[in-house]
């Protein structure tokens, strides 16, 4: 919902069937994390790492399109039974990523079964991988999903994405592709236009932000060369951008002509429509990374599965507010959680 309401001739998109509307309006960001900038950097400043409890054991999967490259995960499982979450990280993420983390930690000591899944070659699939994870990867995520045991399916799945990972996850959603027993999904802070997107990166105020991302990208492309994934002998790019990245590196990797065409191809606001699952998406308007527009413009359509929630601030992926003692979005995705699997134990993702 606009809890703004800034655009009052327009009808607010409803919520799925089922679904609770989160009551943010009130709520107000905690200090000091005040304006977009600080709430995005505040879980890399304030984070305190506690374990995970119960049990938990690394995966592996390995990818069938003839590169020899494996994905891996980490499964926390306490054993209640409850669906499995596919935590998604996003762009120099991995699965130890604070927000995948701490998300992770609150829903396992709620009893839920989650997956820190790492993109490939990201966190510990670097080693394992001869190419690095995109917008459009959306085959790798399902090829993870169908090779999933059936015991940690077969009570539903729920997927959630965070920034990138949102915008794969958003792909995956409008493909054609099957996947097992997808009871919903949720985004945080997900581009949806990587133009737009890219753009509002490339602006000056926001030129720390990307020379940090383009650094731990190209961290990524030595450690692939080191580890022998990738030929020592492939020269070695230096792009000065992130765009000049996706030029020089993402586009012609992954069959792209260049940066503007993979941009246009991956951004998932052009097929949106042909989403049938139920995704809760959640964003902010002072996102310093990702323009709100198109969040905007779909809170102008009526019903389908797609929850808009939008709130005044909360940066990118920060959303900490007074009297929440975790962001915003564990909060709402408890709720999700318990709205896709109202009945509890026993149930099917069928709704049987």
């Known amino acids: 919902m606009d809890f703004e309401n800034a655009w009052p001739d327009r009808a607010p998109a409803q919520p799925s069937a089922g679904a609770s509307v989160p009551d943010v309006y009130h709520l107000r960001q905690k200090r000091p994390w005040i304006g977009g900038d600080l709430q995005t950097l505040a879980h890399r400043i304030d984070f305190r790492r506690h374990p995970i409890p119960g049990p938990s054991r690394s995966l592996k999967f390995p ?4 590169t020899g490259d494996v994905m891996t995960g980490t499964l926390h499982d306490p054993g209640q039974g409850k669906p499995l979450v596919v935590l998604m990280h996003g762009v120099t993420g991995c699965e130890d990523s604070v927000y995948l983390w701490d998300t992770a930690l609150h829903l396992v000591r709620q009893g839920w079964t989650v997956l820190r899944l790492n993109h490939r070659g990201a ?7 001869s190419r690095t994870y995109h917008c459009m990867g959306t085959a790798d ?3 993870v999903l169908n090779l999933l045991p059936g015991k940690l399916v077969d009570q539903g799945v729920f997927l959630v994405g965070f920034s990138m990972g949102g915008t794969i996850l958003l792909n995956l959603l409008a493909s054609q592709i099957r996947l097992p027993g997808i009871l919903g ?5 997900a581009p949806l236009d990587l133009v737009a997107s890219a753009d509002r ?3 000056p105020r926001n030129f720390v932000y990307q020379r940090s991302l383009l650094h731990s990208l190209m961290r990524m492309e030595v450690a692939m060369r080191k580890n022998g994934t990738l030929s020592p002998d492939t020269p070695l790019p230096r792009p000065n951008s992130l765009r000049g990245y996706d030029d020089e590196i ?12 993979y941009y246009r191809q991956s951004s998932p606001v052009q097929r949106l429509m042909d989403i049938s699952t139920p995704v809760t998406m959640l964003h902010a308007k002072d996102d ?5 527009d198109d969040y905007h413009r779909l809170l102008s359509r009526a019903g389908g599965p797609l929850q808009v929630v939008l709130t005044p601030r909360g940066g990118h992926v920060g959303f900490h507010f007074q009297g929440q003692s975790r962001p915003l979005f ?9 709205d896709a699997w109202p009945s509890g134990q026993g149930r099917t993702p069928d709704g049987s």
């Open 141 to 143: 995520v399902a090829a």
């Open 185 to 189: 999904a949720m985004t945080i802070s």
């Open 330 to 338: 564990t909060t709402i995705l408890a709720q999700r959680l318990k």
């Open 201 to 203: 990166l490339h602006r």
């Open 63 to 66: 990818m069938m399109d003839g």
């Open 123 to 129: 966190g510990s699939s670097l080693a394992w991988c």
């Open 288 to 292: 310093p990374w990702i323009p709100a």
């Open 250 to 261: 993402t586009a012609p990797r992954h069959g792209f002509s260049d940066g503007m065409d």
